[in-house]
Every structure is written in structure tokens, then in C-alpha cells.
């Protein structure tokens, strides 16, 4: 069995003291492959750095809603620059985050078309992150045409209409920590409906830890605990969730 999380940030100062020990524990759990992601040029430097030095480790580059304020032109030519090492596989985190709403709305539309525009300028799936931000959110994959790049809605949170509609953008849907938390009905619910030729696996370490770690620091290891969960929602065994989520990521990827 070989696992995949396509989400996680472990250039964070999280993981300063045990970075090695964290990687050791996704080679118990049979996680084989990890997408570090960027949320602004620095982490996206340091995401391009790691993936360099840890063969299993890829990149991905972008600027997240919450660090667009002064977007421009500079940040385009820095992604554009650190995406040509062979290790950057996508774009982001890019997206709309309503919720904590750090940045003026305006402001975080404006860098998420023009970061999917640099995506198919160099052919690059995208990494959308979505917050409480929905209808926007569909409007700009659909004005943008995400569908010419594919991508990865991450961290899912919305209902199996909303999924439906990313599947309708060429998105793949990534679940994380939250499909195991009880309350998490709807999530669970896609979960069950999605094909599995359609979902991906992800921990957003260091957040979002499943059950029962839920509250803890979270890391790649545990993203055999999505899987499992996934696999009871689908009543289909874990190599085959496994199987699917694994063999998606490498081809949306081109790994
Ligand atoms: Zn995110
Ligand atoms: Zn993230």
C-alpha cells in the first residue's frame, strides 16, 4: 500500500525540532509521497527547498487569501521563477477565505485569477482553498477555465452539490481530517458518493488532525487515519483507497 497526501506544510516551525522523525513515521504509516505547500513566496522558496532535499517531497507554489494584500506583479515573476524546478508539481494555495476574511475580498479575487492565469500559463494544476466563499469561488474556476488545468478543491467543506459542480470543473475533491470528525455530515456524505477515480487524500498538517488525534499537531503519518475512515464511508478495504487516491494524485500531478 502507498499513500499520498497531497496537503501539507511542513516548513512551518511546527515541525523545527523533530522534522526527521516526522518524516520516519510516513514511512511506517506507508505514506510515500507529500505535497508541501506554499502560502506565500517565503514557504513557497522553503516548500521548492524541501522538495529538493527529500525525494518523496514535492512543491507546490502560490499565495494564499490571507497573504494577497499587496499582490502584484513581483509575486507573479517570484512563482513563475520557482516553478520551473522540476519538483513544483502545482499552483497554490490559491483560493477565497471569507471566514477569517484578512484581506479585502476584491483584493484576494484579483490574485486568484490572475495566480490560475499564471497556472495555465505553465500548465500547472491548481490548489484552491475555500473558505465560506462558494459562489465565488465557482464563478472565478468558471471565468478563469480551471477545467484547461484541473486542480485539487482542498480541504472539501461543502455539500455533494457543490462537489459536483468542482467535478464538473475538472477538480478533484481532497478530504482531510475533518471527514472523521463526527459532526462533519456533509463532508462524510460526498465521501460516500464521490467516485473514486474523483478523490484525493490530504492532512493540511500541522492542522486539522483526524480522529483520534483531533486537537493534536497534525503530520502526513496520519493521513492513513483519512483513509481509513474513507474506506468505512465507502465500504471498500483501505488498498483500494489507497489504490485510487494514490494513483489520482501521481496523474494529476505527472509524477
Ligand atoms: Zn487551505
Ligand atoms: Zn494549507
Known sequence: MELFDTHAHLDFPDYAEDFE????RCRENQVVYVVNVGIDIDTSRKSVSM???NSGIYASVGVHPHDVDGFDERHLRALHLLAA???VVALGEIGLDYYRDLTPREKQ????RRQIALARELGLPVIIHNRDAHKD????IQEENVRDTGGIMHCFSGDWAMAKKCLDNNLLIAVGGTVTFKNAKDVQDVARRIPLDSLLLETDSPF???EPRRGKRNEP???RLVAECVA??????VEEVAYWTTYNAIKLFKI
Open 21 to 24: 522523525e516526522v518524516l520516519y
Open 51 to 53: 522538495a529538493r532535499n
Open 85 to 87: 524546478d522540476e519538483k
Open 109 to 112: 479575487k484579483n490574485a486568484f
Open 137 to 140: 469561488v465557482l464563478q472565478i
Open 208 to 210: 486539522l488532525s483526524p
Open 221 to 223: 503519518g496520519n493521513v
Open 232 to 237: 468505512g464511508l465507502k465500504k471498500v478495504s
